[in-house]
């Protein structure tokens, strides 16, 4: 029997989730030397909030039919997002200690679906994730059932036209039952994205392509909730929610220091992160 639910934590509970998983991601990425600890960071508040708060979903079957689908369109966050199915219960946590190995399914970006669960598409060449969650939207509506998609992107990922193409579908097909998060945090691999191309004025763009849109502290969960709530009472248009982040968020020499899109910390700055976090060794 279907058992979709969602966990409604308290907003210190969800902090508290998102400090153990931010520690997680930094010991892992430090112990794997896979990249993209900045990335993370600045997603994982989002994250916590979407899996624990928002989505309909029961980790013991996650391919029920009716299950809201999340899509990581900035596929390089993967580390964060496999921490947070983890702690959700998808899988064991164990399994994690495998991150990165060669053969393991756990690595840089999400696999194709059936390898993972809870992992709904292979991302990771970004601007793809987008149009996939564009159709599990549309189905949905043709195969009239009531869950909603939503999918994560990230500014840089936005410099790519097959985001824009999506954007223009979306609203031409009523898809009320799509929200697109995008984690905003003002820089992708190699710089500045206002620099790189900018995307300004982001928030009039998507309101001309004909989307609700809301913009958010993508770290403050108050928001987050009133975003994501709002966003289900749009019947006539699907929803954006632009959420302001910092790359690095929670570890003071990571926060707006790009070069922690590729850094590994060395021992020392493992420790002095994990002691900010609260953790001492
Ligand atoms: C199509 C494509 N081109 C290039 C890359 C390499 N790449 C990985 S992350 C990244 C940019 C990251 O910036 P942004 O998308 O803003 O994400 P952030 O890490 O800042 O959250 C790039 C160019 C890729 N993954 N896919």
């Not at 003002?186 to 004025?201: C, D, V, Y």
């Not at 021992?267 to 001492?280: D, I, T």
């Amino acid at each position: 029997m279907s058992n979709l639910l969602k966990k409604q934590k308290s907003f210190n509970e969800l902090e508290e989730i998102a400090n153990e998983l931010r520690k997680r991601i930094i010991e892992t990425g430090a112990n794997s030397k896979i990249p993209h600890i900045g990335s993370c960071l600045s997603c994982i508040d989002l994250l916590v909030y979407i899996y624990w708060n928002e989505l309909e979903i029961d980790p013991l079957e996650p391919n029920d039919v009716d299950r809201d689908r999340f899509l990581l369109s900035k596929g390089h966050g993967a580390p964060a997002l496999f921490q947070v199915l983890a702690e959700r219960g998808f899988f064991d946590k164990e399994r994690l200690l495998e991150f990165g190995k060669p053969g393991s399914v756990f690595h840089e970006h999400p696999p194709k679906p059936g390898l993972i669960p809870g992992i709904e598409a292979a991302t990771g060449s970004l601007g793809h994730g987008f149009s996939m969650a564009l159709g599990m939207a549309v189905s949905s509506k043709i195969t009239a059932k009531n869950y909603r998609t939503y999918v994560m992107l990230s500014d840089g990922e936005c410099n790519e036209g097959s985001i824009w193409e999506a954007a223009l579908l979306a609203p031409t097909l009523n898809l009320h039952n799509l929200t697109v998060i995008i984690d905003f945090n003002k820089w992708q691999a190699t710089g500045r994205s206002e620099e790189i191309m900018t995307l300004q004025p982001l928030n009039l763009k998507w309101e001309a392509f004909g989307w609700h849109v809301q913009e958010i502290d993508g770290h403050n969960f108050n928001e987050m909730d009133e975003a994501f709530n709002n966003a289900k009472q749009k019947k006539n248009k699907p929803s954006v929610i632009v959420s302001n982040t910092i790359k690095g968020k929670g570890v003071s020499f990571m926060e707006d220091d790009n070069n922690w899109h590729y850094r590994i910390p060395n021992k020392e700055e493992l420790k002095l992160a994990l002691k900010e976090l609260g953790f001492e060794s």
